[in-house]
């Protein structure tokens, strides 16, 4: 009579280095060269504080005087501003794009195709000396029936100031590359899925807002906060058509005291507080639409983990993190 | 107009055909699905079983003939003004969206939407139909009991196993209260014993009266459930009838051949 827990199976073959196998204790591999490395770069790392402490042509005291000065404030509210009107209609814009050239409909595929090739094919910095000169050459903006009778007309370069050309130019840009990283993550969506829909009897447009551009958000956010930050960063670019950014705002001052280095400094600390605020968010959206893709029994690992974890100078592994957790 | 509509079949399928490129699909299918009734397609793989069942709820558009479901064309219009038969026109994507939502379907794959919970899976057709969430919330309660996952409703599908998933797509399908479920080889992506389930759900489901066009390669359940199996064989129909002649004593030689293969 068999024992109800035990096997109904061939006796296995046995070796007698079998038991002390089985009792050794597990190591996990040590990792000379990381220690090494760790050590090398604290060192670098080491060198670099003391030189920018120590070094006292950084003047730090200029860079604290000026940090919080008016007018860096100033350019600091534009350069947010302008980034966050320039993402949101751009955003906007690029999805609508996306969605057009995803459609069956071969005019509005076309129209997205050349807008996306023309204006990707421009340098930034064209397209923006482009609508801060197109007074040149359209020097009046009428609203009419083509070829025939006009309504209303303006002075174009009554129209395109600065600020307005910063916005389109960068809006227009924006719009393009955003529309191929929408596009890029739809694509990544299932066939199935919007095949579901349609036999749910769900309309066009709610099968792309409900179901197809949520779930391609996982594969759209990283390369959008990617673009964001590029674009924090490109706004900067606005100095030459004589918007008041914070690069703008730090180059007038240097022009007149000539402290270059520390007011660069200042623009400088300044990107690194936002892109840093920014990543940081980009952490969260990423992990609000990776929801449905883990079970509810693992929360996710926090953010102190992950980075902890992906500091190998402690030498912690991912098991070692889940135990502490 | 002879017959009323009661005694013509739900579902009237006359002379479709269709094409990949080059490739006929389906080459002059004609078929009646009676009220009640289940029907299984049989036939070996790229004898156009997909095909035909997705032209019924038009997720393929046919190259000619049509599909009729409770004395509807599906997918077109009739403008009978004309000469030479009239013409069929097109209809409006929102018609045919209509004309879908009273038709359910069920895929080998289940496609649950995988950033929605099980109640939103089930609730997303009735809700975007316009019936009051609150009423949608309740039915989807009573339709998770039906297949045997009461309580689940917070879960996200990939916490679920195949069978469970197929369940809720089974669950969502229903929530529309379709006059015609088609199923589309549910359990072949199934582990083994996982199938068990699933078919009890649509076994439970022909018992209660629902019209239903089947794919599937499970003989066994073909032959406990199907009214009439059809066999298609590169397009066409080859051979249809009762399960108990046509399984056991094919007449058709193609039929035959494929049945000692996979019996």
Redesign the interface.
């Given at each position: 009579m068999q024992a109800p827990d035990q096997y109904i199976a061939r006796p296995l073959a046995k070796r007698d280095e079998d038991e002390r196998l089985l009792a050794a204790r597990l190591v996990t591999s040590r990792r000379p060269g990381q220690w090494v490395g760790a050590a090398v770069l604290l060192v670098l790392f080491a060198m670099l504080v003391h030189t920018v402490v120590t070094n006292g042509r950084f003047q730090w005291n200029v860079v604290g005087d000026y940090f919080v000065s008016r007018s860096i404030l100033d350019g600091l509210v534009l350069t947010l501003w302008l980034t966050a009107a320039v993402m949101t209609c751009g955003f906007v814009l690029g999805i609508g794009l996306a969605a057009m050239r995803l459609s069956a409909n071969p005019i509005l595929r076309s129209l997205s195709f050349g807008y996306v090739w023309l204006v990707r094919s421009v340098p930034l910095l064209v397209q923006l000396l482009f609508w801060y000169e197109i007074a040149s050459l359209y020097p009046q903006l009428s609203l009419g029936i083509p070829f025939g009778h006009e309504f209303v007309s303006v002075k174009t370069a009554h129209l395109f100031t600065g600020i307005l050309a910063a916005f389109v130019g960068l809006t227009v840009d924006t719009a393009a590359f955003s529309a191929e990283i929408v596009r890029g993550g739809i694509v990544s969506v299932?066939r199935?899925?919007s095949?579901?829909?349609?036999?749910?009897?769900?309309?066009?447009g709610?099968i792309f807002r409900?179901?197809v551009l949520?779930?391609a958000m996982p594969a759209i956010v990283p390369s959008t906060g990617n673009l964001l930050i590029g674009l924090l960063k490109a706004t900067s670019i606005v100095s030459v058509i004589a918007v008041q950014d914070l690069l703008y705002s730090v180059q007038l001052i240097y022009q007149q005291n000539f402290l270059i280095m520390p007011l660069l400094m200042v623009a400088t600390l300044w990107y690194i507080i936002l892109t840093t605020l920014l990543s940081i968010g980009q952490y969260f959206i990423e992990r609000y639409?990776a929801?449905?893709?883990?079970?509810?029994s693992d929360p996710g690992r926090g953010l102190w983990q992950i980075t902890l974890g992906n500091l190998p100078v402690f030498g912690r592994t991912r098991d070692d993190l889940a135990g502490l957790a | 107009m002879t017959a009323s509509e009661e005694s013509l079949p739900l579902v009237r399928i006359r002379g479709l055909r269709k094409n990949f490129g080059s490739h006929r699909v389906l080459d002059g299918i004609d078929l009646d699905v009676r009220e009640g009734e289940v029907t299984v397609l049989l036939g070996p793989s790229g004898s156009g079983k997909s095909t035909l069942l997705r032209c019924v709820n038009h997720l393929e558009k046919p190259d000619a003939g049509f599909v009729e479901v409770a004395g509807e064309l599906i997918g077109y219009r009739y403008d009978r003004s004309r000469n030479h038969g009239g013409r069929l026109h097109e209809l409006p994507h929102r018609q045919v969206t209509r004309q879908r939502a009273r038709i359910g379907m069920v895929f080998q794959q289940f496609n649950l939407f995988g950033h929605l919970t099980v109640l939103e899976n089930i609730i997303e057709g009735p809700v975007a139909a316009g019936i009051p969430r609150k009423q949608a919330v309740t039915t989807a309660g009573e339709l998770l009991d039906r297949v045997g996952l009461a309580g689940r409703e917070g879960s996200y599908p990939r916490q679920m196993s195949g069978g469970q998933q197929q369940r809720v797509a089974i669950a969502r399908a229903l929530a529309l209260q379709p006059r015609l479920m088609l199923f589309d080889e549910p359990t072949s992506a199934l582990d083994p014993e996982l199938v068990g389930d699933v078919l009890a759900v649509i076994r439970d489901l022909a018992a209660s009266g629902m019209t239903m066009i089947v794919v599937t390669h499970e003989i066994g359940f073909a032959r406990e459930v199907a009214d009439t199996v059809v066999f298609l064989d590169d397009g066409r129909i080859v051979e249809s009838g009762p399960p108990a002649s046509l399984l056991t004593s094919p007449r058709h030689q193609r039929a035959r051949a494929f049945l000692a293969a996979v019996l």
């Open positions: 299932e199935g899925q095949e579901a829909a349609e036999a749910l009897g769900l309309s066009r709610r409900r179901i949520p779930q639409y929801r449905g893709k883990r079970g509810d | -």
